[in-house]
């Protein structure tokens, strides 16, 4: 069976190394360098406290495959687990929290629901007067972008995939039929399964094989500051949930703060060959006065190291699109914020779709492109 991969993040390169595992000819055509689109401007959040049970699904068999990486692929991908904590302000909010660690629990995630004097033992400068619950799972973390692609490529060459980097994706051959090939940088390849992990560009690769997907590119930014107060390297990755701050820390007392803060329906598209990689400084003021309103670390006083803006690849449900959505073409698109974590699920889910012409591993059923047509859209609330 003969794959061409379109994008080298850790989707398409997940995806790589399980199809080569499985005796594919894989190859991966990526435009710019490995993990140039999102993979690289990703923080790493690993964590199955989501709100629906396929979200979780990914993140179980994801995480499965985390917890072994160093010993699978050789690479120690400095994978930590503070837990996430995630906490409302509003009844309703609290409310949702009660039926998702039930779901969570039944789905075997050690997630529960805490009042928020519980949460401060968590994280001891949450300010607990502003909330009226919260949620903690111990298993949630993070781990180094980077270092886990490096080690899916490392992985994927060993089992025979070739990475063909500079090779930029023009043109996907299906004459209204199968997918017969591609195009790159003018030469044309034959291929029996193109898979789409473009990230951002997913809805303008899935384009050249005449398929329309709603996936949009939405810019966030990051930013490292240095609190007024060191954030405790055992503090959990902290979600205010009803204001979309979030901060986590880093090494030696930093944190790294984040958040979207507009709206989602009004916001614009990005180009992703274009965008703005700098901060906003209005966004950056805002997002740490945001922060010192979550928990005590953050005032006026703390100092901003560095920041950065990359993209979100958005679907209107704030799932993934994981089909084979025309006869060879299989989309693995649209994470919505989670596609370096769910990457490892994804990527097995991927070879099942191309060589066993069904996804087992998990009930991807909810995650076909027909949902946003019908109608029938999944709700993620756990989004930061
Ligand atoms: C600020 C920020 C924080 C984030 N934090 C988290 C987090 O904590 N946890 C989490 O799970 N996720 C997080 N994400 C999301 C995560 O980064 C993405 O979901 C993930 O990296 C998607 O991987 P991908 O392989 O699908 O896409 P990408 O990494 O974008 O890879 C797609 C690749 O396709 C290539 N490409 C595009 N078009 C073509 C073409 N025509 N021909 C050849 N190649 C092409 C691109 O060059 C690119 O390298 C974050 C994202 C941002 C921006």
Redesign the pocket.
Known sequence: MNVAI???????LASAYYLAERGADVTV????SL?????E??????RAQFSTPVNVELSLESMAVWDDFEAEFGVDIAYRRPGYLFAAREEATARAFEEQVAMQNDLGVPSVLLDPEEATEHCPGLRAEEFVAATYSPTDG?AD?HLALQGFAQAAREAGAEIRTK????EIHRDGGPVTGLT?EGRRHDADFVVN?????AR??AAMADVEIPVAPKR???LVVEPETPVPEDVPLTIDLDTGSHFRPEREGAALV?GYFGSESGESDADPDGFDRKIDLDWAAEAIERAGDCATYFGPESEIRRGWA????VTPDHHPIVEETAPGFVNA?G?S???????PATGQLVAELVLDGAASLVDVSALGSERFERGELLEERNVA
């Open positions: 379109v994008g080298g993040g850790i989707v398409g055509y990526e435009k710019g993990g140039s689109g999102s993979t401007r990703s923080v790493g959040g690993i993070f972008p090779t930029g994706v023009t790159a992990a473009a990230g951002p560009w303008r690769v966030r930014q990051m984040g990359g993209l979100y690849a698109v994470f914020g989670h596609g370096f974590q769910h990457a």
